[in-house]
């Protein structure tokens, strides 16, 4: 069956350091994959988009890496700061199917001062 | 330019009841797509109307439907409302051709008693 897996355990880091958070599949053949950014009690914001012929995206502070022999992408934040703490998204897009991806359940992220 | 609206915020109603709730896109975006989550199931796809069509579905049960307007407003409708419907309900709108980045409102939070 297909399944995108992202840590379910919170993932805490000291302020400065560089968040690295994890987005594998299962069954997949995506043609991009997206990051969300969540906050308590609010929808989604986009971050990135990598397609599937992209090792790597970066804005600003943000780097996406996709890796399709892997099935996996990871999601760097360098010099994370407290703002960065929130929940990440990753969704998939797959390759021939509707342009609607499909997200993973999220991984929290919180950055200590 | 003004974010994707949706109302109302916060709802509670009975089990068996209907419920019905509103989405206004982002101006000129004509795909309105709604999502249920769940700290249980993540996010979930429920459908998208795209010009007052509905172009892609999920798979969650005929209770769920939907409607969009010649103003590319949507509505989403759940009748006999059950205990587990208890949930936060996403629009996301795109400008629906092509792009696949998606716009969030803030969602309605229904909670069934």
């Known amino acids: 069956s297909q399944k995108i897996e992202q840590n379910s355990e919170a993932l805490n880091i000291q302020e400065g350091k560089t968040a690295t958070l994890t987005c594998n599949y299962t069954?997949?053949?995506?043609?991009?994959l997206q990051w969300y950014r969540q906050d308590p009690g609010r929808g989604p914001v986009f971050l990135l988009l990598?397609?599937?012929?992209?090792k790597e995206k970066r804005k600003e502070r943000l780097k996406v890496t996709f890796d399709t022999t892997l099935k996996q992408s990871l999601f760097h934040i360098t010099a994370s700061q407290p703002a960065d703490s929130a929940t990440y998204l990753c969704a998939l897009g797959e390759r021939g199917g509707s342009y609607i991806p499909t997200f993973g359940r999220g991984t929290s992220l919180i950055v200590h001062p | 330019k003004a974010g994707v609206t949706q109302t109302p915020r916060y709802l509670i109603k009975t089990r068996g009841q209907q419920v019905t709730l509103s989405c206004s896109p982002i101006s000129g975006h004509r795909s309105v797509s709604w999502y249920q989550q769940t700290p249980g199931q993540g996010l979930q796809f429920l459908f998208e109307y795209f010009s007052e069509t509905q172009r892609n579905k999920g798979n969650f049960p005929g209770r769920f439907s939907g409607r969009q307007f010649s103003n590319s407003r949507s509505e989403m409708n759940v009748s006999t409302l059950e205990l587990g419907d208890s949930a936060l309900y996403l629009c996301?709108?795109?400008?629906?051709?092509?792009?696949?980045?998606?716009?969030f409102g803030q969602g309605t939070r229904l909670t069934v008693v």
């Open positions: 069954n997949y053949s995506p043609a991009y």
């Open positions: 996301a709108s795109r400008t629906g051709t092509g792009n696949t980045e998606a716009f």
């Open positions: 990598i397609r599937e012929n992209e």
